[in-house]
């Protein structure tokens, strides 16, 4: 049985994926969606009480968290991961570690530049006093901006309750380097790394299309598969907001027609 891994970014944990997770082994795949370290639990949990060793796990932290399930595993998976997932599953795949990978609306790897409205989505977690050492919440008001803004408002707060979780603030205060810093780097001219679609969404706040054009842009010189697709209408929300079943759909067909 083929296996797919789904990896989550910031503000998220792996029950996020629940929708994509049950629809995909509907179609026969077993179907992985691992929390960050110390985000495994309900999301209401989670905001009530963090984990404190979840301050202390960054980017390193996070992609070898992922290397070691997906080492484990009896054959190289396809992987799909979104916003930091999104730039994880990049580094992943860089390494070697899977079949090919899907990454929707990814975070920017070293050498792509944030946009304005990128800027103002983070603006919160870094104006925080110390925040590389602090788990960082986020308000009701952010994640109505950033990711669902154009859902109805009752949506908005449904899908606040039932998704968001606080995040590791040092995620942030290395993302900060994203344009410079080997720790954010991809090796956008390996040759021999697996396909990569990169997914984009023109609604997006948080991470803005042409933040993600410009990532697809970085891998020109490699001759390694690598693709964009961009839904004009789809916000930073798209693995659940309405319609997320045609981009889950998408995403499944190309990695099956590059196996």
């Not at 296996?3 to 996020?16: C, K």
């Not at 946009?115 to 870094?126: L, Q």
């Not at 810093?181 to 969404?201: C, W, Y």
Request: charged residues 20%; aromatic residues 12%.
């Amino acid at each position: 049985m083929k296996t797919i891994v789904l990896v989550h970014g910031a503000w998220m944990n792996g029950d996020s994926w629940a929708l994509w997770v049950a629809r995909y082994r509907a179609r026969g795949y077993e179907v992985l969606a691992p929390s960050w370290p110390y985000d495994n639990r309900s999301a209401a949990d989670l905001r009530a009480s963090p984990d404190p060793a979840l301050a202390g796990v960054g980017v390193d932290e996070i992609v070898a968290h992922y290397e070691g399930s997906v080492r484990g595993l009896h054959e190289e998976p396809y992987l799909v991961g979104h916003s930091f997932g999104g730039l994880f599953v990049q580094k992943l795949l860089d390494r070697g570690l899977a079949k090919a990978a899907v990454a929707i609306h990814p975070a920017p790897p070293k050498g792509v530049l944030p946009s304005f409205d990128a800027i103002r989505a983070g603006f919160p977690v870094v104006s925080t006093w110390g925040f590389g050492s602090k788990i960082i919440p986020m308000s009701p008001a952010d994640f109505f901006w950033g990711w669902v803004h154009t859902m109805p408002v009752d949506q908005q707060k449904a899908a606040y309750e039932r998704y968001v979780v606080p995040t590791p603030g040092k995620v942030y205060s290395e993302g900060l380097g994203a344009p410079f810093t080997e720790k954010m780097a991809v090796n956008f001219a390996n040759d021999t790394r697996g396909p990569l679609l990169i997914m984009a969404g023109g609604q997006d706040r948080t991470v803005s299309a042409s933040m993600n054009r410009d990532n697809f842009k970085k891998y020109a010189g490699s001759k390694a598969v690598t693709e964009f697709k961009e839904y004009p209408d789809r916000t930073h929300a798209t693995c659940f907001q309405e319609g997320w079943e045609q981009v889950a759909d998408d995403a499944l067909a190309w990695l099956e027609s590059k196996a």
